[in-house]
């Protein structure tokens, strides 16, 4: 059973940025495909970025160029590093693992202020 715990949320000015982390435990992490999703008030979670297990990355086309992915195996994170936030940016941010299955944390609350 993988475990997901989410952190680094906050409330930020827009402009800002934080840096979300997600610590891991349970199964071979580096056999995972690792994603950050976010849901905001009344709309649909939708993905934010992706890294599999081969390093590759994409991106949702609205945080392009401002939201950057990244993995530690050995340490079993994965990290998304916000920069130039907005206040659309506004979100709970949710760390997903997908190996045959998915898992989830529980998500940590970011807030834009303008």
Do not use: H
Request: hydrophobic letters at 35%; a positive charge; glycine letters at 12%.
């Amino acid at each position: 059973q993988v475990r997901l715990v989410e952190s680094g949320g906050g409330l930020v000015q827009a402009g800002g940025s934080l840096r979300l982390s997600c610590a891991a435990s349970g199964g071979i992490f580096s056999s995972y495909n690792m994603a950050w999703y976010r849901q905001a008030p009344g709309k649909q979670r939708e993905l934010v970025a992706a890294i599999r297990s081969g390093g590759s990355t994409n991106y949702a086309d609205s945080v392009k160029g401002r939201f950057t992915i990244s993995r530690d195996n050995a340490k079993k994170m994965v990290f998304l590093q916000m920069n130039s936030l907005i206040p659309e940016d506004t979100a709970v941010y949710y760390c997903n693992g997908f190996l045959r299955e998915d898992y989830w944390g529980k998500g940590t609350l970011v807030t834009v202020s303008s």
